[in-house]
């Protein structure tokens, strides 16, 4: 402790002693005709000197025994030890450091138990089409490939909500925004899902324009079209019904929709729906719902920039909605350029979260 001291005043010391050398200077140009007066003076200065240092070293006691000694858990930098204001000042970052940790770890915490209860759920909802798939193999000597392929369809759905679910913590990493034609990626998803749609005797609707663009992560946006997409038919339970997929244009904004005719949403549930893990009433009821699917698309949108709201009332259906807005700038860009031309030489301005028309 007492080395840490003298460490720590080092430089005071050292003036000191260049200030009693400069004295003695002074008193030897003088031509030493009062010695006594000189010596009085080194010992006094002196003694005031050691006797500062010591009035310091009692002040600082309790901070350096604290700071030498092996704490044994981090909440002892919230002890409030300081006698000066240097160490008071020291004390109070110290405690805001603090703050910045335990948030940090209650974020990791957080992210941690969300990743196990997510793979507890999957794996337990992955039980399902495995034991079906499992159950066709022994009891019949020929496979239905429909059937099969409806199983492995859930599969790679449910193995997609992980991936995108593992990826969500390093999303700027993996984000990649262009300018997609939203007609053309619904197409693709409704593809994509239509033996979902054929098993459950339920049709896929597309009214967007042709000429709608807009300014997104297409594996993202791509992904939760298809989380709109599986919840709008999962709580289909009506055979004939029908899933529709619309935009509405108005100013600088397209909202795109996604409307079923299903079960609908209990208003007591419509506010928790993005929760993660929260499955609500209809979740109990088909006893397939993993909580996770609108959380994750909500988190998605959320980091894209894009709005998204839900709309339902009960027995009559739900309505999915992402909001693109658009960002009008002074100047295009050549890919703005070049996309005008493209479509019948209608002027596409800046780089804006949409641009979509009406056609006629």
């Not at 299903?262 to 979740?283: C, H, M, Q, W, Y």
């Amino acid at each position: 402790m007492f080395r840490l001291f003298i460490r720590e005043h080092l430089i005071f010391l050292i003036f000191h002693i260049i200030l009693v050398m400069f004295i003695m200077l002074l008193y030897w140009l003088d031509g030493f005709r009062n010695v006594d007066t000189a010596i009085y003076s080194i010992v006094i200065s002196s003694i005031l000197t050691v006797t500062f240092l010591g009035a310091v070293f009692v002040q600082k006691f309790s901070f350096y025994k604290k700071i030498l000694s092996v704490p044994t858990k981090i909440e002892v930098v919230l002890q409030r030890e300081a006698q000066s204001p240097e160490i008071k000042q020291v004390e109070t970052y110290l405690q805001h450091i603090y703050r910045l940790y335990q948030k940090e770890v209650q974020l990791l915490y957080a992210r941690q138990n969300r990743h196990l209860q997510f793979m507890n759920s999957w794996v337990h909802q992955m039980k399902t089409p495995i034991s079906v798939i499992e159950l066709m193999t022994q009891e019949h000597e020929y496979v239905d490939s429909r059937s099969v392929s409806e199983e492995m369809d859930r599969l790679k759905r449910g193995l997609d909500a992980v991936l995108m679910n593992a990826r969500l913590d390093t999303f700027e990493e993996d984000m990649q925004i262009e300018q997609v034609n939203l007609k053309q990626l619904v197409r693709e998803v409704v593809t994509s899902n239509k033996r979902l749609f054929i098993g459950s005797h339920v049709f896929p609707v597309i009214s967007i324009e042709e000429n709608c663009i807009i300014t997104t992560d297409t594996k993202w946006i791509r992904f939760v079209i298809a989380q709109f997409l599986t919840n709008a038919v999962k709580y289909t339970f009506e055979e004939n019904k029908k899933v529709f997929f619309e935009t509405n244009i108005h100013d600088d904004v397209a909202v795109f929709s996604v409307r079923d005719e299903g079960i609908g949403i209990p208003a007591s549930d419509l506010k928790r729906v993005t929760k993660a893990f929260f499955t609500g009433e209809n979740g109990r009821k088909t006893g397939e719902s993993t909580g996770m699917g609108l959380y994750l698309a909500q988190e998605i949108c959320n980091r894209l920039g894009h709005e998204m709201r839900i709309n339902s009332k009960t027995g009559e259906g739900t309505t999915v909605s992402i909001i693109f807005k658009q960002q009008e700038q002074e100047e295009r860009s050549d890919q703005d350029v070049d996309i005008s031309t493209r479509r019948s030489d209608e002027s596409i301005r800046g780089e804006g979260s949409s641009s979509c028309n009406k056609s006629t």
